[in-house]
């Protein structure tokens, strides 16, 4: 399988664990990912809170940038940039108006006829089959929350993925992995997204009622497909822990981490010593 | 040579402002074949009728034109006048220069010419016009009344105790519908079934009703005052004229484990069963999905137990002919599904209520289930994951209701009520409980019911939040309910032991299919379309088909008995004379130059045209033909213009004087 | 975030309905909001909230009626869009220097300062520390771009 990859500015940046565990995987998986030749940043919550042409321009410019080089898919593995992409995308095709004032604006002409996966619908792609028969070791100790946040399933009518009330996608290919999950209550409920530098508090109470909720029931770690996430519930834990005097100890892996694991590469290879919180 | 008269209208002012009526007059006297024209100010009324009459006596006037408002409005008044004066009521032709002139043009001159135009050619039609008479047409004076609910119960006893008779059709093994289930009835906290009962019985016990449960209406064919209805009787493998009622067969049934339709899923029955035990009929009935002795012919018991031999496992469905002359449909409603599965695109659920996950998570009329005396709990309010007793109890309104993005856009009227009654109820069985009612408005108009609605607030001590519910989850066997009062302007958390949703009210089940079968339209929800919402809210555009109860609208019980009286109150005029009139303004087929394509015949959307033949009085066969039924034609004039030999025409708007009013203009 | 706000989204879309476009405007709310989707979501008429709230932050910010009390979202924001208007893609370390430096000259505050100072070895141990970010190669169109959408003096 071939397409276009988009990693965003967290996957180069202080998530490149999130990279280093997904090139893993999939590259065993058979999976050629081409990274995107010089894109920019997709504008994230800052371009969408400030100016509402530039939230639509700069991802447009990076589905020009894909297209132009005839990927019909692209991998965006931050849900905030697929989800901004899959807006661009939707927009340009509901507006010809739009669509050619934002093909000026970018200095390239966008059609929008690249499709944009997240990692969870990639493996979806690659077929639950295919990664059962191909796990070596299955996670036999693994009871994991999954844990969704906002983009992956909304805005429903943007993203079109997974039930947004009770999405099933990650756990299903846990269950495939050998992994056992747990059913609770925060799937969808958003950590602090952005806010972890502007305004801390909000993400440590919201972040910290993930973490309780996931260990009342009953997991003993959680899976995350969003780097955003990851920061707010990894790197920000003894943060929490301090603000709540609580021990949480969870650790957070990447859906590519369990997905590695299960395919029998050692937590190294996959980036996972670089978390902040390991293994109780 | 014609004698037509005009008449031209002034309509107060609404015509004369703006046509000059008395230069039209001047132009229409100079058409050929206009033996007098004239102008008075209110044609309509009895001076002007007056006027109408005494000129036909008197200049022997063959045809009348009056140029006035829209044939809608007095064209009928102005055929009896001429009835009255011995012309032949359908040599009479209006020429609407009010709506189609006067209203609409503001030019005096232009309007003027427009007029006269009009009038023209209201002329040339008067011309050709052939004297008719109405058609008769014989009426069976028998009712078929469509749904054993409340609404159906009340138009059926209404004609029944008229003198006629009338054939009921239910598709469940019993009759009472919806509100058999109800516990206690708004606003005055009857118990449900003591009210209703009554009348079931009645139903079933009234000479003049003939009551087909467990049966469907299979096919309509026909028109009205004769209707020829295929009724399906569902095969229920007890013969009930046979059976005594006596329950050995139900108390000795192994099977006894699964989810009774009557509870909402709630209770179990078994599988040879009496939906409840105030049932009319009440006779078990088999259910071929879970009966062992069905499947794989095993069991028996029951059978053995019959001292009636009333069980007959061969039973197979029957196919019963009926004619009636009047359709009453009164299939009422379902409650929108709060689950993913959906049966219509658009309606997505409420994913986030957590319905069909948390066993407490509860729809109304569950609730109104587990209230009842006779409901799966007998009366005692046991939660349905682990029977115990709720002490804190959220009531959510409008789920479903007035919602554009998951459900349906309108607002289902009996929801505010019904909650307030619940909450009441609550209280009333659980003294230290509380109710927390979430809703958006609070609709209470009918008599007594905003009473009703502060009895609950006040006395009852229901706390109200006006707010939606965002989000259910469970917590260590709690509920967790995450609303808003916007009111105070703050988000609500309540701990919740049960959560009950008001959900939708949605026509019942395959009202869609029912109504095609009896040319009945309906709207994108499927409740069934009125004549006129305002005049007409029980009539339908079939001629003979009447619909009452929730299957119009949503409604409450005093509105659907209201509707079933007047229902039946239409179904008592079309019976009131041995036969009916209708207007001869249909499509009549020359025999002699149809070539029998039966284009008509695909084209008509009334079913109206037969296939014939023609034998000679030997009855050697001479030719087939088209031929159009009077009773059904509607004279809407499809076969006449796709019929390719020209046989179709149009009585009362021919295809000549159609020609023959465009050539007056050219 | 509802049970934080100064001002619930479903008060701010009707204070817009009434035409009180600035109350709505300078309410925290609005910058409080964490974008989480949910509102629009949940909406029985199809709202697009999550959108309003946008629009209210473009416009608040346009107008320039930011309230100090929310200065620190919208400083993050703006030092944001100017990074990646640079750079083409975001370098974190830049990003950090600059909104810590921009909100000290705002509100003094020493201990918002040097907050998080000690991630950075944390960081830097797991290479997750980035020196030098990573800049895109044709910056100059990114630049452009951003001419052409906004006021660029409103950075």
């Known amino acids: 399988m071939n397409l276009a990859y988009y990693p965003g500015c967290a996957l180069h940046g202080s998530s490149n664990d999130y990279e280093q565990s997904l090139r893993a995987c999939l590259e065993t998986l058979d999976v050629q990912l081409k990274e995107i030749d010089d894109w920019i940043c997709c504008g994230a919550t800052a371009a969408h809170s400030l100016n509402q042409k530039l939230a639509v321009a700069l991802p447009a410019r990076n589905l020009a940038l894909a297209e132009g080089k005839g990927f019909r898919e692209m991998l965006a593995p931050c849900p905030m940039c697929s989800m901004q992409l899959l807006k661009a995308r939707k927009a340009l095709a509901e507006d010809e108006a739009l669509r050619r004032s934002v093909s000026e604006i970018v200095e390239l002409e ?26 070596k070791a299955p996670l036999g100790s693994i009871c994991a929350a999954c844990y969704y946040g906002c983009l992956l399933t909304r805005p429903a009518s943007v993203v079109e993925f997974d039930d947004c009330e009770q999405p099933r996608s990650m756990e299903k290919i846990l269950e495939a992995l050998g992994g056992k999950t747990v059913d609770w209550n925060y799937r969808t409920e958003c950590c ?76 190294e290879a996959l980036g996972i010593n670089r978390h902040f919180v390991g293994k109780a | 040579m ?45 001076p002007g009728q007056t006027l109408v009459r005494d000129k036909i006596a008197s200049e022997r006037l063959d045809a009348v034109v009056v140029a006035s408002c829209s044939p809608h409005m007095h ?166 004229s046979k059976c005594t009622g006596c329950g050995e067969c139900w108390n000795v049934c192994p099977l006894k484990r699964n989810r009774s339709e009557f509870d909402y899923g709630l209770g179990f029955r078994p599988a040879i069963y009496v939906p409840f035990p105030q049932a009319v009929p009440a006779r078990p009935v088999i259910d071929p999905k879970t009966c062992a002795k069905l499947i794989r012919n095993g069991c028996g018991l029951c059978i053995k137990k019959c001292k009636a031999e009333a069980i007959n496992f061969k039973d197979q469905d029957k196919l019963v002919e009926e004619k009636v002359g009047a359709v009453v449909i009164a299939t009422g409603y379902k409650l929108y599904n709060i689950g993913k599965t959906q049966d219509r695109p658009g309606l997505e659920g409420y994913g986030e209520y957590g ?28 939660r349905p994951s682990d029977g115990a007793l709720p002490k804190s109890v959220v009531f959510i309104s409008c789920v479903g209701s007035r919602d554009n993005a998951k459900g349906l856009a309108y607002c289902s009227k009996i929801c505010c009520m019904y909650t307030a009654k619940h909450a009441m109820l609550y209280k009333h069985k659980v003294h230290d409980g509380q109710a927390h009612v979430f809703y958006m408005d609070i609709r209470a108009g009918g008599k007594g019911y905003e009473e009703f609605v502060r009895r609950a607030i006040e006395q009852d001590g229901a706390q109200y939040y006006r707010g939606r519910v965002s989000k259910i989850t469970e917590e260590n066997g709690k509920l967790i309910v995450r609303g808003a009062d916007t009111l105070a302007g703050e988000p609500v958390t309540i701990e919740a032991d049960m959560v009950v949703l008001a959900a939708a009210m949605r026509p019942a089940e395959g009202v869609e299919q029912l109504a095609q079968k009896l040319n009945v339209g309906y709207d994108e929800y499927g409740f069934l379309l009125e004549s006129h919402p305002k005049l007409r809210p029980v009539e339908t555009s079939a001629a003979g088909v ?35 009139t ?18 008509c015949l695909h084209a008509c959307p009334y079913h109206a045209i037969e296939q014939a033949e023609i034998r000679t009085p030997r009855g050697v066969f001479v030719k087939r033909t088209a031929r159009v039924n009077p009773g059904l034609c509607m004279g809407c004039g499809t076969c006449v213009a796709v019929c390719p030999s020209k046989s179709a025409d149009l009585e009362g708007f021919t295809e000549q004087q159609i020609y023959s009013m465009v050539e007056s203009l050219v | 975030m509802a049970a934080g706000m100064d001002t619930p989204p479903s008060r701010l879309i009707r204070l817009l309905q009434l035409g009180h476009a600035k109350r709505a405007l300078q309410a925290q709310a609005i910058w409080q909001c964490v974008s989480c989707q949910t509102c629009a979501t949940r909406c029985p008429k199809s709202v697009d909230c999550a959108g309003v709230m946008d629009a209210l932050r473009q416009l608040s910010a346009e107008r320039g009626v930011t309230t100090p009390k929310q200065q620190r979202t919208v ?56 020196l030098v970010g990573e800049k895109a190669h044709d910056r100059a169109v990114v630049g452009r771009i951003f001419a052409r959408c906004m006021d660029n003096s409103l950075l």
């Open chain 1, 110 to 135: 966008v059609r929008g006829d690249t499709q944009v996966l997240n990692l969870i619908q990639l493996f979806e792609t690659i077929g639950l089959d295919r990664l059962k028969a191909a796990v």
């Open chain 1, 192 to 267: 602090g997204a952005g806010m972890t530098m502007a305004n801390e508090q909000t993400v440590l109470d919201l972040s910290h009622k993930i973490l309780s909720n996931a260990a009342a029931h009953g997991a003993n770690c959680l899976v995350v497909a969003c780097p955003m996430c990851h920061v707010n519930l990894d790197m920000k834990q003894v943060n929490i822990e301090r603000r709540y005097g609580v021990r949480h100890a969870m650790p957070i892996y990447y859906l590519s981490d369990v997905v590695g694991l299960a395919l029998g590469f050692k937590p």
């Open chain 2, 582 to 599: 209708r207007e001869p303004e249909i499509a009549r087929i020359n025999e002699e130059t149809c070539a029998a394509c039966f284009t």
């Open chain 3, 75 to 130: 400083l993050f924001q703006k030092a944001f869009l100017r990074n990646i208007r640079r750079n083409g893609r975001l370098n974190e370390l830049e990003l950090i220097a600059e909104f810590k430096f921009s909100t000290f000259l705002h509100g003094r505050s020493l201990s918002f300062l040097f907050k998080d100072a000690t991630l950075a070895p944390e960081l830097l141990k797991r290479k997750k520390f980035h």
């Open chain 2, 546 to 580: 009447y619909i009452c109860g929730a299957c119009q609208a949503p409604k409450d019980i005093p509105e659907s008995v209201a509707q079933a009286s007047a229902a039946a109150s239409k179904v008592l005029i079309t019976f009131s004379a041995s036969e009916l």
């Open chain 2, 75 to 240: 064209l009928r008044t102005f055929r009896n006048a001429a009835a009255l004066a011995g012309l032949n009521p359908y040599r009479v032709e209006m020429a609407n220069i009010r709506e189609q002139c006067s209203w609409v043009h503001p030019d005096r001159t232009q309007a003027t010419a427009k007029a006269v135009q009009l009038i023209r050619l209201s002329v040339e039609k008067a011309r050709r016009d052939h004297e008719l008479q109405p058609i008769r047409v014989p009426v069976t004076r028998r009712a078929l009344v469509i749904g054993g609910g409340v609404a159906g119960i009340q138009a059926a006893l209404d004609i029944a105790n008229s003198g006629y008779q009338v054939v009921m059709v239910e598709r469940e093994p019993s009759i009472g519908g919806k509100m058999a289930g109800l516990s206690e009835t708004f606003p005055t906290l009857d118990c449900s079934q003591c009210i209703l009962t009554p009348r079931m019985v009645e139903v079933g016990q009234h000479p003049n009703i003939r009551l087909y449960s467990y049966s469907e209406v299979e096919a309509v064919s026909g028109y009205v005052g004769n209707f020829n209805v295929t009724i399906r009787q569902k095969a229920r493998y007890v013969d009930i």
């Open chain 2, 2 to 46: 014609s004698r037509i008269g005009v008449f031209i209208c002034w309509c107060g002012e609404n015509i004369a402002r703006t046509v000059d009526v008395e230069e039209a007059t001047k132009q229409v006297a100079q058409f050929p074949g206009v033996r007098c024209a004239l102008n008075y100010k209110y044609m309509c009324a009895d």
């Open chain 2, 355 to 382: 319905y069909g996950k948390y066993k407490d998570v509860i729809d109304s009329l569950q609730f109104e289930r587990l209230m009842s005396a006779s409901g799966p709990t007998l009366g005692e309010l046991k």
